[in-house]
Protein backbone atom coordinates (compact mmCIF):
# COMPACT_ATOMS: atom_id res chain seq x y z
CA UNK A 1 0.00 0.00 0.00
CA UNK A 2 2.90 2.15 1.15
CA UNK A 3 4.73 1.76 -2.72
CA UNK A 4 1.41 2.42 -4.04
CA UNK A 5 1.24 5.96 -2.82
CA UNK A 6 4.22 6.49 -3.83
CA UNK A 7 4.08 5.84 -7.26
CA UNK A 8 0.46 7.37 -7.36
CA UNK A 9 2.64 10.54 -5.84
CA UNK A 10 5.77 10.11 -8.10
CA UNK A 11 2.84 10.65 -11.26
CA UNK A 12 1.38 13.32 -10.14
CA UNK A 13 4.56 15.56 -9.51
CA UNK A 14 5.79 14.46 -12.89
CA UNK A 15 2.19 15.66 -14.50
CA UNK A 16 2.72 18.42 -13.30
CA UNK A 17 5.48 19.59 -14.36
CA UNK A 18 4.53 18.74 -17.43
CA UNK A 19 1.59 21.09 -17.02
CA UNK A 20 3.83 24.07 -15.78
CA UNK A 21 5.44 23.79 -19.06
CA UNK A 22 2.83 24.44 -21.34
CA UNK A 23 1.52 27.51 -19.91
CA UNK A 24 5.67 28.41 -20.66
CA UNK A 25 5.77 27.37 -24.30
CA UNK A 26 4.29 30.87 -25.77
CA UNK A 27 6.23 33.19 -23.63
CA UNK A 28 9.85 31.86 -23.10
CA UNK A 29 12.13 33.63 -24.93
CA UNK A 30 12.92 31.95 -28.95
CA UNK A 31 16.20 30.55 -29.27
CA UNK A 32 17.95 31.47 -32.35
CA UNK A 33 18.52 27.56 -32.90
CA UNK A 34 14.46 27.39 -33.11
CA UNK A 35 14.38 29.91 -35.73
CA UNK A 36 17.03 27.82 -37.74
CA UNK A 37 15.46 24.79 -37.29
CA UNK A 38 12.11 26.07 -38.35
CA UNK A 39 13.85 27.96 -41.46
CA UNK A 40 15.16 24.95 -42.31
CA UNK A 41 12.15 22.95 -42.50
CA UNK A 42 10.16 25.25 -43.68
CA UNK A 43 12.47 25.54 -46.84
CA UNK A 44 11.96 21.21 -47.31
CA UNK A 45 8.21 21.76 -47.45
CA UNK A 46 8.49 24.60 -50.25
CA UNK A 47 10.50 21.47 -52.23
CA UNK A 48 13.99 23.01 -51.79
CA UNK A 49 16.57 20.18 -51.58
CA UNK A 50 18.40 19.87 -47.95
CA UNK A 51 21.82 20.26 -47.64
CA UNK A 52 22.30 21.25 -51.62
CA UNK A 53 20.19 23.92 -52.07
CA UNK A 54 20.56 25.85 -48.63
CA UNK A 55 23.01 25.12 -45.77
CA UNK A 56 21.95 22.76 -42.90
CA UNK A 57 24.44 20.41 -40.42
CA UNK A 58 22.00 18.91 -38.67
CA UNK A 59 21.13 15.29 -39.93
CA UNK A 60 17.59 15.67 -41.42
CA UNK A 61 14.53 13.65 -40.19
CA UNK A 62 13.28 16.47 -37.68
CA UNK A 63 12.94 18.47 -40.68
CA UNK A 64 10.68 15.74 -42.61
CA UNK A 65 8.91 15.47 -39.38
CA UNK A 66 7.91 18.90 -39.38
CA UNK A 67 7.58 19.12 -43.47
CA UNK A 68 3.73 18.21 -43.32
CA UNK A 69 2.47 20.53 -40.55
CA UNK A 70 3.34 23.43 -42.69
CA UNK A 71 0.06 22.89 -44.61
CA UNK A 72 -1.92 23.89 -41.81
CA UNK A 73 -0.50 27.36 -41.42
CA UNK A 74 0.45 30.17 -43.70
CA UNK A 75 3.89 30.56 -41.98
CA UNK A 76 4.98 33.21 -45.18
CA UNK A 77 1.53 34.74 -45.14
CA UNK A 78 0.57 35.97 -42.20
CA UNK A 79 2.28 36.87 -38.89
CA UNK A 80 -0.42 35.24 -36.76
CA UNK A 81 0.14 32.15 -38.58
CA UNK A 82 3.93 32.15 -38.38
CA UNK A 83 4.00 32.44 -34.58
CA UNK A 84 1.40 29.85 -34.37
CA UNK A 85 3.53 27.34 -35.97
CA UNK A 86 6.52 28.08 -33.83
CA UNK A 87 4.48 27.72 -30.82
CA UNK A 88 2.99 24.65 -32.33
CA UNK A 89 6.53 22.89 -33.07
CA UNK A 90 7.41 23.72 -29.23
CA UNK A 91 4.38 22.01 -27.80
CA UNK A 92 5.19 19.23 -30.32
CA UNK A 93 8.54 18.92 -28.69
CA UNK A 94 6.71 19.05 -25.18
CA UNK A 95 4.27 16.06 -26.71
CA UNK A 96 7.89 13.84 -27.81
CA UNK A 97 8.95 14.56 -24.26
CA UNK A 98 6.20 12.23 -23.06
CA UNK A 99 7.58 8.99 -24.73
CA UNK A 100 11.30 10.06 -23.42
CA UNK A 101 9.96 9.90 -19.79
CA UNK A 102 7.74 6.62 -20.46
CA UNK A 103 11.31 4.93 -21.64
CA UNK A 104 13.14 6.53 -18.82
CA UNK A 105 10.60 4.54 -16.24
CA UNK A 106 11.09 1.52 -18.27
CA UNK A 107 14.52 1.27 -18.21
CA UNK A 108 14.51 1.69 -14.86
CA UNK A 109 12.18 -0.81 -14.24
CA UNK A 110 13.90 -3.35 -16.49
CA UNK A 111 17.15 -2.75 -14.59
CA UNK A 112 15.89 -2.09 -10.72
CA UNK A 113 12.33 -1.93 -10.42
CA UNK A 114 9.09 0.53 -11.51
CA UNK A 115 9.68 2.98 -8.66
CA UNK A 116 13.03 3.59 -9.64
CA UNK A 117 12.23 4.40 -13.41
CA UNK A 118 9.03 6.87 -12.10
CA UNK A 119 11.42 8.52 -9.78
CA UNK A 120 13.84 8.49 -12.09
CA UNK A 121 11.62 10.48 -14.66
CA UNK A 122 10.57 12.93 -11.83
CA UNK A 123 13.80 13.93 -11.18
CA UNK A 124 14.85 14.26 -15.45
CA UNK A 125 11.59 16.24 -15.95
CA UNK A 126 12.92 18.77 -13.22
CA UNK A 127 16.42 19.21 -14.47
CA UNK A 128 17.12 22.97 -15.82
CA UNK A 129 18.64 21.88 -18.99
CA UNK A 130 16.13 19.38 -19.48
CA UNK A 131 13.25 22.14 -19.22
CA UNK A 132 14.99 24.59 -21.15
CA UNK A 133 16.02 22.20 -24.29
CA UNK A 134 12.88 20.10 -24.34
CA UNK A 135 10.90 23.18 -24.15
CA UNK A 136 12.33 24.40 -27.67
CA UNK A 137 11.78 23.50 -31.57
CA UNK A 138 15.38 21.18 -31.78
CA UNK A 139 16.32 17.68 -33.12
CA UNK A 140 17.66 16.73 -30.10
CA UNK A 141 14.41 16.50 -28.99
CA UNK A 142 13.18 14.19 -31.29
CA UNK A 143 16.83 12.11 -30.97
CA UNK A 144 15.48 11.40 -27.43
CA UNK A 145 13.13 8.95 -27.45
CA UNK A 146 14.91 6.77 -30.32
CA UNK A 147 18.24 6.64 -27.91
CA UNK A 148 16.33 5.72 -24.78
CA UNK A 149 14.35 3.11 -26.89
CA UNK A 150 17.76 2.15 -28.24
CA UNK A 151 19.12 1.64 -24.44
CA UNK A 152 16.10 -0.22 -23.48
CA UNK A 153 15.88 -2.69 -25.87
CA UNK A 154 19.74 -3.51 -25.13
CA UNK A 155 18.44 -3.77 -21.19
CA UNK A 156 15.89 -5.67 -22.63
CA UNK A 157 17.79 -8.18 -24.49
CA UNK A 158 20.39 -8.51 -22.20
CA UNK A 159 17.59 -10.24 -19.50
CA UNK A 160 15.64 -12.26 -22.58
CA UNK A 161 15.89 -15.45 -24.96
CA UNK A 162 14.83 -13.76 -27.89
CA UNK A 163 18.32 -11.59 -27.15
CA UNK A 164 18.81 -11.20 -31.21
CA UNK A 165 15.89 -9.36 -31.84
CA UNK A 166 16.17 -7.33 -29.12
CA UNK A 167 19.42 -6.18 -30.23
CA UNK A 168 18.94 -5.39 -33.33
CA UNK A 169 15.58 -2.89 -32.62
CA UNK A 170 18.27 -1.37 -30.09
CA UNK A 171 20.69 -1.11 -33.43
CA UNK A 172 17.06 0.53 -35.53
CA UNK A 173 16.66 3.12 -32.80
CA UNK A 174 20.19 4.22 -32.21
CA UNK A 175 20.32 4.63 -35.75
CA UNK A 176 17.60 6.61 -36.00
CA UNK A 177 18.39 8.92 -33.12
CA UNK A 178 21.84 9.77 -35.38
CA UNK A 179 19.55 10.53 -38.29
CA UNK A 180 18.02 13.28 -36.02
CA UNK A 181 21.19 14.71 -34.66
CA UNK A 182 24.44 13.35 -34.93
CA UNK A 183 25.71 14.50 -31.31
CA UNK A 184 24.16 10.96 -30.87
CA UNK A 185 27.24 9.92 -32.34
CA UNK A 186 28.79 10.29 -28.72
CA UNK A 187 26.91 7.53 -27.46
CA UNK A 188 29.03 4.89 -28.88
CA UNK A 189 32.62 4.76 -27.15
CA UNK A 190 30.69 4.63 -23.78
CA UNK A 191 28.26 2.14 -24.72
CA UNK A 192 30.56 -0.11 -26.81
CA UNK A 193 32.67 -0.46 -23.85
CA UNK A 194 29.57 -1.55 -21.68
CA UNK A 195 28.63 -4.03 -23.91
CA UNK A 196 31.88 -5.11 -24.33
CA UNK A 197 32.31 -5.71 -20.80
CA UNK A 198 28.66 -7.16 -20.46
CA UNK A 199 29.99 -9.84 -23.22
CA UNK A 200 32.91 -10.74 -21.04
CA UNK A 201 31.31 -10.90 -17.77
CA UNK A 202 28.03 -13.32 -19.17
CA UNK A 203 27.43 -16.89 -19.88
CA UNK A 204 26.94 -17.86 -23.33
CA UNK A 205 29.42 -15.99 -24.91
CA UNK A 206 28.39 -17.03 -28.63
CA UNK A 207 24.91 -16.00 -28.82
CA UNK A 208 25.38 -12.53 -26.97
CA UNK A 209 28.47 -12.34 -29.54
CA UNK A 210 25.82 -12.84 -32.56
CA UNK A 211 22.96 -9.98 -30.40
CA UNK A 212 26.15 -7.82 -30.41
CA UNK A 213 27.21 -7.65 -34.17
CA UNK A 214 23.53 -7.81 -34.74
CA UNK A 215 23.39 -4.35 -33.34
CA UNK A 216 26.45 -3.25 -34.83
CA UNK A 217 24.67 -3.89 -37.78
CA UNK A 218 21.52 -2.63 -37.62
CA UNK A 219 23.04 1.02 -36.38
CA UNK A 220 23.92 1.80 -40.01
CA UNK A 221 20.71 1.10 -41.43
CA UNK A 222 18.23 4.29 -41.14
CA UNK A 223 21.66 6.45 -42.18
CA UNK A 224 22.36 4.26 -45.55
CA UNK A 225 18.52 4.50 -46.17
CA UNK A 226 18.73 8.42 -45.33
CA UNK A 227 21.20 8.73 -47.77
CA UNK A 228 19.89 6.83 -50.15
CA UNK A 229 17.13 9.41 -50.12
CA UNK A 230 19.79 12.28 -50.97
CA UNK A 231 21.45 10.50 -53.64
CA UNK A 232 18.10 10.20 -55.45
CA UNK A 233 17.91 14.10 -55.14
CA UNK A 234 21.84 14.69 -56.24
CA UNK A 235 22.46 15.69 -52.48
CA UNK A 236 24.40 12.53 -51.24
CA UNK A 237 27.74 14.29 -51.45
CA UNK A 238 26.23 17.78 -49.50
CA UNK A 239 24.47 14.90 -47.08
CA UNK A 240 28.38 13.76 -45.99
CA UNK A 241 29.89 16.75 -46.22
CA UNK A 242 27.39 18.93 -43.96
CA UNK A 243 26.47 16.32 -41.33
CA UNK A 244 29.69 15.07 -40.69
CA UNK A 245 33.10 16.10 -42.61
CA UNK A 246 32.26 20.00 -41.63
CA UNK A 247 31.20 19.17 -38.07
CA UNK A 248 33.99 17.30 -37.22
CA UNK A 249 36.04 20.56 -37.79
CA UNK A 250 33.68 22.96 -36.70
CA UNK A 251 35.27 25.53 -34.39
CA UNK A 252 32.85 26.59 -32.06
CA UNK A 253 32.68 29.33 -29.40
CA UNK A 254 33.62 28.50 -25.74
CA UNK A 255 30.79 28.19 -23.46
CA UNK A 256 30.64 27.85 -19.80
CA UNK A 257 27.90 25.41 -19.69
CA UNK A 258 29.76 22.95 -17.78
CA UNK A 259 29.47 24.91 -15.23
CA UNK A 260 26.03 25.64 -15.30
CA UNK A 261 24.79 22.45 -15.51
CA UNK A 262 26.69 21.91 -12.04
CA UNK A 263 25.15 24.84 -10.46
CA UNK A 264 21.59 23.63 -11.71
CA UNK A 265 21.93 19.86 -10.46
CA UNK A 266 24.29 19.71 -8.10
CA UNK A 267 22.54 17.09 -6.07
CA UNK A 268 21.55 14.96 -8.79
CA UNK A 269 24.82 14.99 -9.67
CA UNK A 270 26.01 13.78 -6.73
CA UNK A 271 23.08 11.52 -6.31
CA UNK A 272 24.28 9.70 -9.30
CA UNK A 273 28.10 9.69 -8.71
CA UNK A 274 26.81 7.42 -5.46
CA UNK A 275 24.50 5.59 -7.85
CA UNK A 276 27.28 4.72 -10.14
CA UNK A 277 29.87 3.54 -7.03
CA UNK A 278 27.07 1.60 -6.00
CA UNK A 279 26.86 -0.30 -8.89
CA UNK A 280 30.50 -1.14 -9.12
CA UNK A 281 30.16 -2.25 -5.60
CA UNK A 282 27.74 -4.74 -6.73
CA UNK A 283 29.75 -5.93 -9.35
CA UNK A 284 32.45 -6.24 -6.90
CA UNK A 285 30.98 -8.22 -4.23
CA UNK A 286 28.81 -10.71 -5.98
CA UNK A 287 31.87 -10.98 -8.81
CA UNK A 288 28.23 -10.55 -11.80
CA UNK A 289 27.92 -7.90 -13.12
CA UNK A 290 24.27 -6.62 -13.85
CA UNK A 291 23.74 -5.53 -17.46
CA UNK A 292 21.61 -2.57 -16.46
CA UNK A 293 25.04 -1.72 -14.51
CA UNK A 294 27.41 -2.11 -17.02
CA UNK A 295 25.41 -0.65 -19.95
CA UNK A 296 23.40 2.41 -18.32
CA UNK A 297 26.98 3.28 -16.16
CA UNK A 298 29.87 3.20 -18.68
CA UNK A 299 27.02 5.15 -20.95
CA UNK A 300 26.61 7.96 -18.68
CA UNK A 301 30.97 7.69 -18.14
CA UNK A 302 31.90 7.95 -21.82
CA UNK A 303 29.20 10.86 -22.21
CA UNK A 304 30.65 13.04 -19.39
CA UNK A 305 33.97 12.25 -20.27
CA UNK A 306 33.31 12.86 -23.98
CA UNK A 307 31.28 16.10 -22.88
CA UNK A 308 33.81 17.24 -20.49
CA UNK A 309 36.63 17.03 -23.97
CA UNK A 310 34.65 19.09 -25.60
CA UNK A 311 34.53 22.74 -23.88
CA UNK A 312 31.75 24.18 -26.68
CA UNK A 313 29.14 21.35 -25.39
CA UNK A 314 25.81 23.61 -26.26
CA UNK A 315 23.06 22.57 -23.19
CA UNK A 316 21.60 20.20 -25.63
CA UNK A 317 24.35 18.15 -25.61
CA UNK A 318 23.38 17.28 -21.99
CA UNK A 319 20.09 15.67 -22.85
CA UNK A 320 21.94 12.39 -23.91
CA UNK A 321 23.67 11.79 -20.32
CA UNK A 322 20.77 13.09 -17.63
CA UNK A 323 18.26 10.47 -18.31
CA UNK A 324 21.05 7.94 -16.77
CA UNK A 325 22.45 10.29 -13.96
CA UNK A 326 18.81 10.61 -12.83
CA UNK A 327 18.04 6.75 -12.63
CA UNK A 328 21.21 6.50 -10.77
CA UNK A 329 20.16 9.31 -8.70
CA UNK A 330 17.10 7.59 -8.08
CA UNK A 331 18.96 4.23 -7.64
CA UNK A 332 20.73 5.87 -4.59
CA UNK A 333 17.91 8.15 -3.22
CA UNK A 334 15.80 4.60 -3.14
CA UNK A 335 18.30 2.51 -1.48
CA UNK A 336 18.79 5.16 1.59
CA UNK A 337 14.86 5.67 1.42
CA UNK A 338 14.58 2.02 1.88
CA UNK A 339 16.55 1.66 4.90
CA UNK A 340 13.52 3.49 6.88
CA UNK A 341 10.24 2.27 7.65
CA UNK A 342 8.05 0.96 5.07
CA UNK A 343 5.18 3.45 6.47
CA UNK A 344 6.93 6.07 6.49
CA UNK A 345 8.57 6.00 3.59
CA UNK A 346 5.96 8.02 1.00
CA UNK A 347 6.60 11.27 3.46
CA UNK A 348 10.42 10.82 3.98
CA UNK A 349 10.47 10.62 0.01
CA UNK A 350 8.18 13.83 0.01
CA UNK A 351 10.48 15.19 1.83
CA UNK A 352 13.54 14.74 0.21
CA UNK A 353 11.99 16.06 -2.75
CA UNK A 354 11.73 19.44 -1.69
CA UNK A 355 15.19 20.62 -1.40
CA UNK A 356 15.68 18.93 -5.37
CA UNK A 357 13.32 20.65 -5.97
CA UNK A 358 14.52 24.26 -5.43
CA UNK A 359 16.41 24.51 -8.87
CA UNK A 360 13.76 23.46 -10.84
CA UNK A 361 11.35 25.76 -9.46
CA UNK A 362 13.50 28.76 -9.67
CA UNK A 363 14.40 27.65 -13.83
CA UNK A 364 10.89 28.02 -13.93
CA UNK A 365 10.52 31.32 -12.76
CA UNK A 366 13.83 31.99 -14.56
CA UNK A 367 11.83 30.91 -18.25
CA UNK A 368 8.93 33.06 -17.29
CA UNK A 369 11.05 36.29 -16.74
CA UNK A 370 12.70 36.15 -20.26
CA UNK A 371 9.64 36.34 -22.53
CA UNK A 372 9.77 36.98 -25.99
CA UNK A 373 7.79 39.62 -26.87
CA UNK A 374 10.89 41.79 -27.88
CA UNK A 375 11.31 39.23 -30.32
CA UNK A 376 7.86 38.71 -31.55
CA UNK A 377 7.59 42.69 -32.06
CA UNK A 378 10.70 42.73 -34.76
CA UNK A 379 9.28 39.39 -36.02
CA UNK A 380 6.17 41.39 -36.59
CA UNK A 381 7.86 44.47 -38.29
CA UNK A 382 9.52 41.73 -40.83
CA UNK A 383 6.19 40.85 -41.51
CA UNK A 384 4.63 44.09 -42.18
CA UNK A 385 7.34 45.66 -44.18
CA UNK A 386 8.36 42.89 -46.75
CA UNK A 387 6.62 40.83 -48.71
CA UNK A 388 6.76 36.53 -48.83
CA UNK A 389 9.35 36.32 -51.54
CA UNK A 390 11.39 39.30 -50.22
CA UNK A 391 14.69 38.08 -49.31
CA UNK A 392 15.92 38.90 -46.19
CA UNK A 393 19.33 39.06 -44.54
CA UNK A 394 20.06 38.54 -41.06
CA UNK A 395 22.90 37.54 -38.49
CA UNK A 396 21.90 34.87 -36.06
CA UNK A 397 18.56 36.25 -34.63
CA UNK A 398 16.45 33.78 -37.23
CA UNK A 399 13.65 36.89 -38.11
CA UNK A 400 14.26 35.34 -41.48
CA UNK A 401 12.79 32.42 -40.13
CA UNK A 402 9.95 32.49 -43.13
CA UNK A 403 11.69 34.31 -45.90
CA UNK A 404 13.64 33.79 -48.58
CA UNK A 405 17.42 34.12 -47.29
CA UNK A 406 19.74 35.67 -50.43
CA UNK A 407 22.54 33.18 -50.09
CA UNK A 408 23.42 29.49 -49.40
CA UNK A 409 23.78 30.08 -45.97
CA UNK A 410 20.72 31.22 -43.48
CA UNK A 411 22.77 32.92 -41.01
CA UNK A 412 25.94 33.83 -40.15
CA UNK A 413 27.43 33.73 -36.72
CA UNK A 414 31.21 33.72 -35.71
CA UNK A 415 31.07 29.92 -35.66
CA UNK A 416 29.99 29.78 -39.55
CA UNK A 417 32.20 33.12 -40.66
CA UNK A 418 35.35 30.45 -39.11
CA UNK A 419 34.71 28.17 -41.09
CA UNK A 420 33.80 29.44 -44.78
CA UNK A 421 36.24 29.59 -46.88
CA UNK A 422 38.07 33.44 -47.91
CA UNK A 423 37.22 33.04 -51.70
CA UNK A 424 33.83 32.16 -50.93
CA UNK A 425 32.81 34.66 -48.14
CA UNK A 426 34.78 37.33 -50.90
CA UNK A 427 32.44 35.92 -53.74
CA UNK A 428 29.24 36.52 -51.47
CA UNK A 429 30.74 40.24 -50.94
CA UNK A 430 30.89 40.30 -54.82
CA UNK A 431 27.54 39.64 -55.46
CA UNK A 432 26.33 42.08 -52.87
CA UNK A 433 28.50 45.07 -53.98
CA UNK A 434 27.35 44.62 -58.02
CA UNK A 435 24.03 44.13 -56.89
CA UNK A 436 23.67 40.77 -58.49
CA UNK A 437 22.49 39.95 -54.84
CA UNK A 438 20.17 42.07 -53.33
CA UNK A 439 18.09 41.45 -50.02
CA UNK A 440 14.30 43.22 -49.56
CA UNK A 441 15.58 43.82 -45.77
CA UNK A 442 18.95 43.53 -43.67
CA UNK A 443 18.62 42.41 -39.90
CA UNK A 444 22.00 44.43 -38.94
CA UNK A 445 23.37 42.61 -35.83
CA UNK A 446 26.09 41.80 -33.89
CA UNK A 447 27.25 38.67 -36.49
CA UNK A 448 26.58 40.62 -39.89
CA UNK A 449 28.62 43.61 -38.35
CA UNK A 450 31.69 41.52 -37.32
CA UNK A 451 31.43 40.80 -41.82
CA UNK A 452 34.02 43.16 -41.92
CA UNK A 453 34.00 46.79 -43.56
CA UNK A 454 33.39 45.60 -47.14
CA UNK A 455 29.67 44.65 -45.89
CA UNK A 456 29.00 47.78 -43.93
CA UNK A 457 29.80 49.84 -46.67
CA UNK A 458 27.15 48.02 -49.30
CA UNK A 459 24.48 48.46 -46.28
CA UNK A 460 25.50 52.25 -45.79
CA UNK A 461 25.50 52.84 -49.78
CA UNK A 462 22.49 50.66 -50.97
CA UNK A 463 20.05 50.57 -47.22
CA UNK A 464 18.18 53.16 -45.18
CA UNK A 465 17.51 52.38 -41.68
CA UNK A 466 15.46 54.29 -38.93
CA UNK A 467 16.44 52.72 -36.00
CA UNK A 468 19.80 51.48 -36.94
CA UNK A 469 18.81 47.53 -36.58
CA UNK A 470 16.56 47.19 -39.93
CA UNK A 471 18.02 47.99 -43.18
CA UNK A 472 15.61 48.41 -46.61
CA UNK A 473 16.27 48.52 -49.31
CA UNK A 474 16.92 52.43 -50.82
CA UNK A 475 14.57 51.25 -54.02
Not at 154 to 172: C, D, H, K, M, N
Not at 209 to 226: N, R, S, Y
Not at 259 to 279: M, Q
Not at 315 to 326: D, F, K, N, V
Request: charged share 20%.
Amino acid sequence: MARNRQYFFLFVAIVGFLLVRLWLLPQRVLDPDELEHAHAAWCVSRGLRLYQDFFEHHTPWYYYLLRPFFRWFAVDQSFDSAVHFLFFGRALSLALTVPSLVLVWWIGRLWRDGRTGLLAALLLVGQAFFMQKTMEMRPDVLALPFYLLALGCLLRGAQSQLRERWFAGAGLALGGAVMCTQKMLFVFPGLGVGLGLWWLGADGRRSNLKAIAGFVLTVPIPGLLTLAGFARQGAARAFINNNFLLNARWKSMPTDNIYRLVVSSAPILVLALIGVLRAAGRGWRHGRRDPGDLLLGCTLIGLFAGLLAIPVAQRQYYLMPLPLACLFSADALLAGLDRAAERARPALLALLLVPLSIMPVRSLIEAHRLNNQAQLAQLRQVFETTKPTDQVMDGWQGLGVFRPHPFYYSFFHDELRQMLPRDELDGMMSDLETGRVRPRLIALDRNLRSMGPRFLAVVQQRYTSRDGFFYYARD
